[in-house]
Nanobody, 121 residues
Framework: QVQLVESGGGLVQPGGSLRLSCAGSGSIFSIDFMGWYRQPPGKQRELVAGLYSDGRTIYVDAVKGRFTISRENAKNTVSLQMNSLKPEDTAVYYC???????????????WGQGTQVTVSS
């Protein structure tokens, strides 16, 4: 079984910062993509930031220059540093790993439990 555990969400004022972390555990053979998604109230889930196995990163335009996705020192851990937060960033944030559990299995998506980020005065 593969499990992703998220941490770091909370309530912050506009202009503040938060750092989200997502730690994967279990049978992980290879990881092809690490990403952070968010789902604002009443809206669809969207990709916010992604990290490919070759080191390339992608960001949705709304967060470029403010958010940074990176691998942490811990194994199979991805983080999202969020600076200059805006009320529009309020959402439930989910981490996602596209991975194989062995060389004989197809790629599968695994999701964290979600963590609430609220930006408000």
């Amino acid at each position: 079984q593969v499990q992703l555990v998220e941490s770091g969400g909370g309530l912050v004022q506009p202009g503040g910062s938060l750092r989200l972390s997502c730690a994967g555990s279990g049978s992980i053979f290879s990881i092809d993509f690490m990403g952070w998604y968010r789902q604002p109230p009443g809206k669809q889930r969207e990709l916010v930031a992604g990290l490919y196995s070759d080191g390339r990163t992608i960001y949705v335009d709304a967060v470029k220059g403010r958010f940074t996705i990176s691998r942490e020192n811990a194994k199979n851990t991805v983080s999202l540093q969020m600076n200059s937060l805006k009320p529009e960033d309020t959402a439930v944030y989910y981490c996602n790993l596209l991975l194989q559990t062995s060389s004989l299995t197809a790629q599968s998506n695994y999701w964290g439990q979600g963590t609430q980020v609220t930006v408000s005065s």
